[in-house]
């Protein structure tokens, strides 16, 4: 296993963290801008993450490599039915070559320890199930469940 160190996402991070969406080959909106279309788009959308502390962006660094191997983005949402917050892990991406070494299980990790100091009643993520996290039940062994009563909606305001 790699040596991994979580830590707050920087300005720095930014091209490596386009290069990582980029490459998973999964939006291909992505795909088709160019390079520094993607790495404009990753600094405005940290930028509004980093406003307040209703968000939170991780990177995983490989400290063997020296490079950043994946990174995770939660949003803190409080709702009128729980206790305390939900928090939405909205993306999970940890670079291919990286996978399997233990970066989204660090990021994970470092997510519940925050959620927990937050006083959350719960963390929620989607995923594709034709997603490799998914097929080798990657959440599911982390202690997440698959709610099968529940559908996600989606409502398309901008085409991408």
């Keep these: 296993m790699a040596k991994i160190i979580v ?15 980029r490459n998973l080959g999964w939006f291909p909106h992505v795909e088709k801008e160019s390079e520094q279309a993607g790495e ?8 509004l993450l980093d406003a307040d502390d209703s968000h939170t962006v991780l ?11 994946g990174y995770i983005s939660v949003h803190w949402l409080p709702y009128m039915i729980l206790d305390g917050p939900e ?8 670079r291919e070559e990286a996978r ?15 959620a927990d100091a937050k006083n959350c009643s719960r963390l929620m993520l989607i995923s594709s199930r034709e ?10 062994k982390f202690g ?7 559908a996600n909606w ?3 305001l901008k085409e991408q």
């Design 7 to 21: 830590r707050g996402a920087r300005h720095e991070d930014v091209p490596i963290i386009a290069e990582i969406v």
């Design 40 to 47: 404009r788009r990753v600094a405005q959308q940290l930028e």
């Design 59 to 69: 990177v995983a660094e490989d400290e063997d490599e020296g490079t950043v191997a």
């Design 87 to 94: 928090g939405y892990i909205s993306e999970l991406f940890v």
């Design 100 to 114: 399997g070494k233990g970066v989204g299980k660090a990021l994970l990790n470092d997510i519940r320890e925050l």
């Design 131 to 140: 997603r490799e996290a998914a097929e080798m039940e990657f959440y599911a």
């Design 144 to 150: 997440f469940v698959e709610r099968p009563e529940m």
């Design 154 to 156: 989606v409502f398309t």
